[in-house]
């Protein structure tokens, strides 16, 4: 009986952990402006050491790790892309993101320079 009611609680702590990890990764959502790069960074470094391609799908944000998936949506059209950062976002930054041209275009704000989106992690 002592055994079982140990099988449970393992079971059930594991339960909570494995909930809980995924609820973060869940929830992983930001909103705020986004801008794009300007053409003349093109092939420069970026923090991550890649050079900048403004015919990928990467982007700068202040915080999120290298490698990481997000999908941003343009929060006025509601088009969305998914994009890799690669780059480190100033501190100073009023934006939350910047993205590349392509990215841009598919979101649809280079006459604008700037739109409010929402960003989710993606796993």
């Known amino acids: 009986m002592i055994a079982l009611n140990r099988a449970i609680a393992v079971a059930a702590a594991l339960l909570v952990v494995l909930g809980v990890a995924g609820i973060g ?20 470094k970026t923090a991550s050491g890649e050079p900048y391609d403004k015919n990928g799908l990467t982007a700068a944000h202040k915080k999120l790790a290298y490698g990481t998936k ?7 059209n509601g088009k969305s892309v998914v994009v890799t950062v690669n780059d480190r976002l100033g501190a100073s930054s009023p934006a939350i993101l910047d993205v590349t041209r392509r990215a841009a275009d598919e979101l ?13 992690v993606v796993k």
């Open 25 to 44: 990764a869940a929830q992983s959502a930001e909103e705020g402006i986004a801008h794009f790069y300007n053409d003349s960074f093109q092939g420069k």
């Open 70 to 76: 997000v999908k941003v949506t343009n929060v006025a």
């Open 108 to 120: 649809d704000f280079v006459k604008s320079g700037k739109t409010k989106v929402r960003l989710e």
